[in-house]
């Protein structure tokens, strides 16, 4: 099986949400949150954790995970800003799918403390 690594920037209570999970998905959207938005590659997760994160929760974390490539295949790649900011766009009541296909574990590849 062909995978994709993906990252995602995550605040305290989202990253406990991952561990209470084993690290083995994504905690369910809330209500005000229709789009799950991992992006495509570690700088710009660092740019989200670090600009955005750290300043409003106090600390930051980029985790990244493996997730089936042909499955991934369904979703738009979206250029949010400059080439380095993409990301995928997914629906909220598509993540409990899209868990499914993760391969191994969420890991966390760089903590912020403030």
């Known amino acids: 099986m062909n995978t994709k690594t993906l990252y995602r920037p995550v605040n305290q209570a989202e990253l406990d949400l991952i561990v209470d999970l084993q690290n083995k998905a994504f905690p369910p959207r809330l209500p005000e949150q ?37 499955y991934l295949s369904q979703f738009e790649e979206k250029v949010v800003g400059g080439p380095q900011h993409v990301e995928l766009w997914i629906p909220a009541e598509e993540l409990e799918n899209f868990n499914a296909h993760i391969v191994g574990t969420i890991r966390i590849t760089h903590s912020f403390p403030r």
Do not use: C, H, Q, R
């Open 34 to 70: 229709p789009i799950f938005y991992p992006v495509l590659n570690e700088d710009y997760a660092i740019e989200i954790t670090t600009k955005w994160n750290v300043p409003y929760y106090g600390s930051g974390y980029v985790t990244a995970f493996d997730v089936d490539a042909d």
